[in-house]
Every structure is written in C-alpha cells, then in structure tokens.
C-alpha cells in the first residue's frame, strides 16, 4: 500500500493570506489527525478526523480548522496567516478509530512571511 | 492532562558506543501505550519502539531498547552499538485512547552520532 501522502511538502505565504493543506491516508484508513511542529512548541496536536468527523480539537485558534472527504482525505485550512504559523504541519492516518498505530506523512513546511 | 518531557534537548554519541535517551510522563490511567519515534532530516517520522504499559517486559526492537518504569513514569531508550543513520530527533510519545487517536510528544532530544 502506498503511505500516507500530503500536498504541498513546501509552501511560501503572506502575512493575512489563507492556506490549504491536504492530507491522503493509506487506503482504507478513516482517521486522520493533524500536527504542527516548530522549533519552540514542539508537537502539537490539531484536531483529529474520523469517517469525516472532528472527533477531538487541540488547543488552537479558530483560524485554524480541518475537514475530512467520504474516501477519507483531509484538508486542513489556516486563515489569516499570521508569522507564528509557519511550521511543518504533519498528518498521521490510522485504519480504527482508537488505535496506537499511526502512520506519518513527509508533513507540509509552511513558511509565512 | 497527559504530559510528556524529554529534558535532554540534545545528545551526544560515539559511533558503536550505547547512548540512552530519557523520557517522563505523566498520567492518571493505568493502560495506555507508550513510544519512541525517530525523524531524521526528511522529517518522516519513524517508529522505533512501542511499549504497552501493561506489559512488565521491556520491548526490544534490534539495538533499539526501552527501560519502562510504570511507578516512576519512566520511559527511556537505549541505543546499542549506534550508527551515523541513527542521528536524528527522537520524540517519546504517549497514547491512551480516550482522546480519539491523539498522541502527546515530548519536546525531543537531538541525537549526534560522531564517527
């Protein structure tokens, strides 16, 4: 089976611009989570998505919200970009809804300038 | 809250030498599950190791080996005979499951391997 795969891996924005990142989980898996990492916070959780749910939310402002298709792809959106937003965001698919096994993507570095 | 601390940011090792990385936590629930992740510089993050809490035996995965220490919410990974492929950042995480499929990182340790 093919790994998970997100699109873009790099990305340059803009102050105040929006952004869409997109996340495919191996085939056959319906969760999705979402995770920022930067140099100062570390690994944080997003939000988590199950058969198209949010299912669990961290601790993260409303810019900052996600979505998941019926064949499982996610998307999460960052409105109103602001400096402290760039970070490589990763996402992580599972095939049950409570499972310790989670597989990585290669993660989306976002740069806001 | 679950809470997970590395409090090694970096570490260093010689090339064949055994380098142990540290790993606390805390939690209120008895079953949970407990890893060591690894991602070098592509950023892919790798499973090394995985523990289940209610298992007393220490997981071994090749060079790659835990010290679990339940009372003390201890967890730390040893590293035999360490490579130059096993630079990297290494996360300890954490995994109950009353929280969907959230994993709780520590802050990682920077492993150097000196040749």
């Known amino acids: 089976k093919a790994g998970v795969t997100q699109t873009p891996r790099y990305l340059i924005k803009t102050r105040g611009q929006q952004v869409t990142l997109s996340c495919s989980p191996i085939s056959g898996h319906r969760s999705v989570s979402w995770y920022q990492q930067t140099p100062g916070q570390g690994l944080q959780f997003l939000f988590e998505y199950f058969s198209e749910t949010q299912r669990n939310k961290g601790n993260f402002p409303g810019r900052f919200s996600g979505r998941q298709f019926s064949n499982s792809r996610s998307e999460m959106n960052v409105s109103t970009l602001e400096l402290g937003d760039s970070a490589l965001y990763l996402c992580?698919?599972?095939?049950?809804?409570?499972?310790?096994?989670?597989?990585f993507g290669p993660g989306t570095r976002l740069t806001v300038t | 809250a679950q809470t997970v601390t590395q409090s090694q940011p970096e570490m260093s090792v010689q090339e064949a030498e055994t380098v142990t990385l540290s790993c606390t936590y805390d939690?209120?629930?008895?079953?949970?599950?407990l890893f060591w992740y690894k991602q070098p510089p592509s950023r892919q993050m790798i499973l090394v190791i995985r523990q289940e809490a209610y298992k007393q035996q220490n997981a071994t995965e090749n060079r790659f080996s835990v010290n679990f220490q339940k009372a003390a919410k201890s967890f730390s990974l040893k590293i035999s005979d360490s490579q130059l492929g096993d630079a990297a950042m290494y996360f300890c995480a954490y995994y109950h499951g009353n929280a969907g499929n959230m994993l709780t990182f520590g802050g990682g340790t920077r492993l150097m391997v000196k040749p």
């Open positions: 992580a698919s599972s095939e049950q809804g409570y499972s310790y096994e989670q597989y």
């Open positions: 939690t209120s629930e008895s079953d949970y599950y």
